[in-house]
């Protein structure tokens, strides 16, 4: 006997996702997913970007071990929670309300959560964010939005870091630029060195104003 | 490896069915992958067979329906097949826009007993 099922895998964690949304606007704060490869710059990116922005900011770490990440923000004054996934290669919406337990956030903070360095399972994977940010350093080279189209599809903005490196290694923007822009069309990018500052304003600038928006509309 | 995760959510919905429909074991399971889900199909078969080993599923035959990345021209008004090189039209070689086919993952159908 055949029994039809046509159910996309992929639902399952959708659901999984929208509750973790619910929890979210319960609370009253503004989730963002970072994502980027190992070293792209996730943390150094968190810690310049803090600073710049009017609301309060904490952090969810996810590595798959130690608390380099957590201990480094915290010393800074950056509340943050580090989930160890023990090898795991991405995080999983029950993880991150799991997390939340370690925390006492105030209305209207930034949650950014810093998922594990992967450019690949952590695209299938929604946290229940809103916004969603992918993150590509100037040494990994152009060719990341063709070999890793998915993590491009579902972002709000790319951040291109460590701009400053790019008379050093062969980077040919307008080809990382264009394949970002056939598959999402009017993602804005930003070029930003978390080294030098360069470019770290237009980007905070553009977060605030997409967290004001977001809080406005409940 | 991410395979793992995504291979026991699927394990457990074709077993939730199963159950459902009172089956005793399954046979087949119809799974459609799309080329960029991400998803390797290999890994899925592999953790497949760790898992399903003390169910009703242990032995079933994975049956994978492979669907390829589409791209659509805007200049040319074409429809053609992602190469692995980039995004570019094979006729004007302008940019292309990907369409929703691709990124697929999902249980189509099983066959149970």
Redesign the interface.
Known sequence: ??????????D?EAELAVANRKLFQKMGIIVLNLLAGPGAGKTSMIRSTAPLLKQPVAVIEGDPASSIDTDLLNSLGIPAVQINTEG???L?APMVSKALDEFKLEPNTLLIIENVGNL??T???PLGESIRVVMVGVSEGDDKP?KY??IF?GADAVILNKIDLQPYVDFNRERFQ??V???R?GLPIFEVSCRTGRGLSEWSQWLERTIISLLKEG | ??EL??TE??LR??LT??ER?Q?EKITKIKICLGE????IKDCVAYYFQLSARDTIAAGAELEFGLST?KLFCPDCKLEFEKTP???NCPVCGG????TGSG???????????
């Open positions: 006997m055949e029994i039809n099922i046509s159910r996309d895998l992929f399952h795991g290669c991405h999983e690949i399972c695209a299938g994977f063709y189209p998915d599809q264009e394949g822009r056939t598959l069309p | 490896m991410h995760a995504l959510k699927m919905l074709v069915e199963a429909h089956a960029l889900s991400g998803i990345a090189r980039d995004f940019l292309s826009r990907l990124r697929e993952w999902f249980v189509e159908s099983i066959e149970v007993e």
